[in-house]
């Protein structure tokens, strides 16, 4: 009979049980205690990135179909993702300074700095960062310039910065629902930093006013935004309170770098309408 000799999904074979647990492998003598906890944290954060950018992925064509419910699903999860990532701080931060310097010097070059999915998210959200005398033309990006060229990781970069954002499809979102954003808005180049614009602000407050189920859409975007913020901060205290202000690995600036990226809002027309409502 045809598929007899097929083997049962067990729960060990569906989620790949056995190479999931030997993917951890540390580097330091002995191996120190706490390198485990360290690469279990890292390798966790990697698979969220994962599902939220599959997230986001959903959420644009929603958005831009206008398609109310599925929209706040999925921003409500990703939120509810965020928040996950944050609370895995608290675990990280049971480490101390000492216990990290154990093992510290085994990473080399490594660094988050180097998580390109997190640098895909960031594209995804609307970050538009180029570099250099191609600027541009839309090559040598700051986002993806540590990534090796022609990999998938820095094309996968690079695609999400060529194509429209997440703040783009929101933009297109209110528009079909009644709410005429500025042609010029609707036709910009997708490419280049998005700037926050007052003639956006006034639709956007009369969205507010006179759309409440567009206006849950626009707090669920907030609250995203918020998320990635608030991740940030626990991530630059946590990097603070484990290293203080010396280099981070691979020698990045460490504490310096990571503030640098706070209260840098990806949906600034939001927030800035807040006096407004």
Not at 38 to 44: K, S
Not at 99 to 110: D, H
Not at 147 to 168: F, K, N, Q, Y
Not at 239 to 253: D, F, H, L
Request: proline share 4%; glycine share 6%.
């Amino acid at each position: 009979m045809t598929g007899s000799h097929e083997k049962a999904v067990t729960y060990t074979s569906y989620l790949k049980i056995a190479e999931l647990l030997s993917l951890q492998e540390p580097l330091s003598d002995g191996p120190e205690h706490d390198e485990l906890l360290f690469i279990t944290i890292h390798q966790v954060y990697e698979l969220w990135f994962q599902q939220i950018l599959h997230e986001l992925a959903a959420l644009q064509p929603a958005l831009e179909s206008g398609d109310t419910h599925r929209c706040l699903a999925l921003l409500g999860r990703v939120r509810t993702i965020m928040k996950i990532c944050v609370a895995q701080i608290d675990v990280l931060e049971t480490m101390t300074p000492l216990q990290f310097q154990s093992f510290r010097a085994r990473l080399s070059s490594a660094s988050g700095f180097q998580s390109a999915q997190f640098r895909e998210l960031e594209a995804v959200l609307g970050r538009r960062d180029y570099a250099g005398e191609n600027a541009e033309h839309g090559s040598g990006m700051k986002m993806a310039e540590h990534l090796v060229p022609g990999s998938t990781a820095r094309i996968a970069v690079e695609a999400a910065m060529s194509r429209p954002s997440v703040w783009d499809s929101a933009l297109a979102y209110c528009h079909a629902r009644g709410h005429a954003m500025p042609e010029d808005v609707l036709n910009r180049d997708v490419t280049t930093p998005w700037e926050a614009r007052e003639d956006v602000q006034q639709v956007l407050v009369n969205l507010h006013h006179t759309d409440p189920e567009s206006s849950l859409v626009c707090e669920a975007l907030v609250d995203v935004d918020e998320g990635l913020g608030e991740w940030r901060y626990r991530h630059v205290k946590m990097v603070e309170r484990t290293i203080g202000r010396k280099k981070g690995t691979g020698g990045s600036a460490g504490v310096a770098y990571l503030a640098s990226t706070l209260f840098n809002p990806f949906f600034p027309d939001l927030w800035d309408i807040r006096g407004q409502l």
